[in-house]
């Protein structure tokens, strides 16, 4: 049985190029010659079948878009540099790492704001963390 289907297909491609190769006869009859054809429709092929199957290539290169005026970390960046201050002040490991994660998306997105906020949060836990256990005693 799959003998007698690979035979079909066998036979299906040889009259698929039998057409193929008597258009392209007609077309040089006529004196239009192309040099690239499809198997599918027989008309001619304009572009790489490639780039019609691959996903789009994205760049995220944030420098560009921060020359182009696209700030999208920055209001994020602002957020994670606030709650990295309060986190000083109130609930610094809660605060402080909340801060931490903004900081990183923000500063991923091309804002400077979300390094000084990671940077703020990192030292209000690390302070909290020597300055808590003296206070208690």
């Known amino acids: 049985m799959a003998k007698r289907h690979k035979e079909n297909e066998k036979e299906e491609m040889r009259r698929l190029e039998a057409s193929l190769q008597d258009e392209r006869d007609q077309e040089e009859d006529a004196g239009r010659i192309s040099s690239e054809w499809s198997y599918a429709n027989t008309e001619p ?5 490639a780039s019609e199957l691959a996903e789009p290539v994205r760049r995220n290169n944030w420098r560009e878009r921060r020359k182009e005026g696209v700030s999208d970390g920055r209001t994020m960046g602002i957020i994670a540099l606030v709650l990295s201050l309060i986190s000083f002040f109130l609930l610094p490991f809660l605060f402080g790492s909340v801060g931490i994660i903004l900081g990183v998306f923000a500063a991923a997105r091309g804002s ?3 390094w000084w906020a990671l940077a703020l949060s990192i030292i209000a836990i690390a302070l909290s963390m020597f300055i808590t256990p003296i206070m208690r005693y």
């Not at 092929?45 to 079948?49: H, K, L, S």
């Open 45 to 49: 092929v304009d572009v790489e079948a």
């Open 112 to 114: 400077r704001i979300g």
